[in-house]
T-cell receptor, first 112, second 116 residues
Framework: SQTIHQWPATLVQPVGSPLSLECTVEGTSNPNLYWYRQAAGRGLQLLFYSVGIGQISSEVPQNLSASRPQDRQFILSSKKLLLSDSGFYLC???????????FGPGTRLTVT | GESVGLHLPTLSVQEGDNSIINCAYSNSASDYFIWYKQESGKGPQFIIDIRSNMDKRQGQRVTVLLNKTVKHLSLQIAATQPGDSAVYFCAETRPMTTDSWGKLQFGAGTQVVVTP
């Protein structure tokens, strides 16, 4: 069966520090991968999606970037965090060509 | 603009009763809908989905109803249990084209609180 992992689970970072969040998927090949951010008590905002290695599409211009160095690995990064980057970051995957997405456990990021 | 939204931000349900969570969508071209459940501090969990060529689909204790005439989607939970307490999101997507690759549009969510 397929599983999706995210780490770290929680992170507290000062403003201006770099960020690296990692997501990996097991049990499937060539998945579509997604990064979402969720503000407290709010819905999900799509940040990036990827249909293959090295292919990244950005949905929202911002302080973040994403990379996909391997088929089942998706990384969310920032060079300098802002207070507004705080939130719950969710990685998701779907079978290529299929809409249904499956979410990871999330990373709670607090920028202080 | 086009959007997916929920009628009720919070729904309080007595344990054992049936829950009905509503969702409206504005794009008649939407052809696929999903319900997710998100417990506090966790990622959303897939519950059930439905395509626009159907008006009803049933799962274990859940039923999704789709009314395309009024662009309305609902999730019914039978015999609500304390473990059903969570935020429920509906999401929709449009037919895959070069501009719409199957991206999900999420509603704001409804908090369901199950009381004893």
């Amino acid at each position: 069966s397929q599983t999706i992992h995210q780490w770290p689970a929680t992170l507290v970072q000062p403003v201006g520090s770099p960020l690296s969040l990692e997501c990996t998927v097991e049990g499937t090949s060539n998945p579509n991968l997604y990064w979402y951010r969720q503000a407290a008590g709010r819905g999900l905002q799509l940040l990036f999606y990827s249909v293959g290695i090295g292919q990244i599409s950005s949905e929202v211009p911002q302080n973040l970037s994403a990379s996909r160095p391997q088929d089942r690995q998706f990384i969310l990064s920032s060079k300098k965090l802002l207070l507004s980057d705080s939130g719950f970051y969710l990685c998701a995957w779907s079978v290529f060509g299929i809409v249904r997405q499956y979410f990871g456990p999330g990373t709670r990021l607090t920028v202080t | 603009g086009e959007s997916v939204g929920l009628h009720l931000p919070t729904l309080s349900v007595q344990e054992g009763d049936n829950s009905i969570i509503n969702c409206a969508y504005s794009n008649s071209a939407s052809d696929y809908f999903i319900w997710y459940k998100q417990e506090s501090g966790k990622g959303p969990q897939f519950i059930i989905d439905i395509r626009s060529n159907m008006d009803k689909r049933q799962g274990q204790r859940v039923t999704v109803l789709l009314n395309k005439t009024v662009k309305h989607l609902s999730l019914q939970i039978a015999a609500t249990q304390p473990g059903d307490s969570a935020v429920y999101f509906c999401a929709e997507t449009r037919p895959m084209t070069t501009d719409s690759w199957g991206k999900l549009q999420f509603g704001a969510g409804t908090q369901v609180v199950v009381t004893p």
